[in-house]
């Protein structure tokens, strides 16, 4: 399974939010959880998105390779 | 008032002025490269909502610029080569193209003249932790509000098929975010000259230690950074609007309102952020809804590199000036 560069830029984003939290000052600490928890939730989105766009090409090759051997018997 | 901090009053408006002129490209990038007004038309619609900004929003940024110095550091030489080294800076950048923030050269430049002036103990570090930590957020924060907004809009419409009248909505919707925009540069960014107008009258006794931002000093920034958006700078309208990736009007749309409501966040909660981080940063969302690679990321690099050289670039001209002031003007 190949895991995109967009999930990970996401994950990034997270990672940079969260690291900045205890340089930030207490009143504003609100700005890296919130931006934290939306590029958690892209993350997630974009990573399941990737996972299934992988596994429907697998299933479609998988598919189109079943049906290509199929055609193969099923000539005279 | 002496003629000295009239003339230093005068640089100050005349850097506020110069705010407008080299940001006015991030409020009208997008509605200029998406042809929802003409050039013209685009900057007197924002230089209008930075000039209204003083009637919405306090003075919570200035206070903060304020205070980047120790109170007592600051004469009257001192604030000269702060704005000198930011206006050198910012016209640099300007020449290059490169669209840097003034503020952070604001801020490096005043730095710079403090540090000549009476050593490193002279900088408020709290205040420098917060403008530092909000250098990186702010651009995220600009990127993550723009990809969510601008994914919302495809999500909402995405069975809708008539593209073309949907273009023409959003690109009426652009006049709105725009101004929006403009609002918050507005806001943010006068606020910063009138922090620098404020600690110069402190300095020279004309206000108490703890006094607030006078009216006139308000009007006189807001005036200021409005008239510089007028004179708009047209290099670096390119570079925002077309070079770092391609706008559409739903692009345009979702970019400016993430930036705005980024920077009014910021602005209620009185850190003085950089506008053109804000807007680059939401450009760069928009652009990533399609693919990571829809994003001319070696522009983008160039302007994150203009943005790490910014605050030491202005702190080292005011350095400079203030340590060869200091043994001229006494």
Known sequence: MRFGRRPLFFLAVAVISLLLLPPTPSDFRWVNLTMAGIALFWFVLLGIEEVQG??????????????????????? | MTITVVLIIAVALAFD????FHDAANSIATVVSTRVLTPKQAVAWAAFWNFAA????????????SKVVQPGVFNNAAIFAGLFGAIAWDIITWLLGLPTSSSHALVGGMAGAAVALSGWDS???????????FIVLSPLFGFLLAFTIMTGIYWVFHRYRKVEKLNRGFRRAQLVSAALFSLGHGANDAQKTMGIILALLIANHRLPIDASVPVWVVLAAHSAIGLGTLFGGWRIVHTMGSKIT???PVGG???????????????????????????????????TTQRLS??????????????VLTIPGAFVVSFGVETVLKGVWK
Do not use: C, Y
Request: without cysteine; neutral net charge.
């Open chain 1, 54 to 76: 992988d596994r429907l090409t697998s299933d479609e090759t998988a598919h189109l390779s079943a049906t290509s051997t199929n055609e193969r018997e099923e000539r005279p």
């Open chain 2, 17 to 20: 002025f110069f705010n407008g």
């Open chain 2, 54 to 65: 003083f009637a919405i929003f306090g003075t919570a940024v200035a206070a903060t610029i």
């Open chain 2, 123 to 133: 900088l408020v570090a709290a205040e420098f932790q917060k403008i530092a930590v």
């Open chain 2, 246 to 248: 391609k706008v559409q």
């Open chain 2, 253 to 287: 749309f979702s970019a400016e309102t993430a930036a705005a409501a980024a920077i009014m966040v910021a602005t209620l909660g009185g850190v003085p952020v950089s506008t053109t981080h804000t807007i680059t940063g939401a450009i760069v969302g928009t652009g």
């Open chain 2, 294 to 307: 829809a994003v001319r990321w070696g522009v983008a690099g160039r302007v994150v590199w203009a943005w």
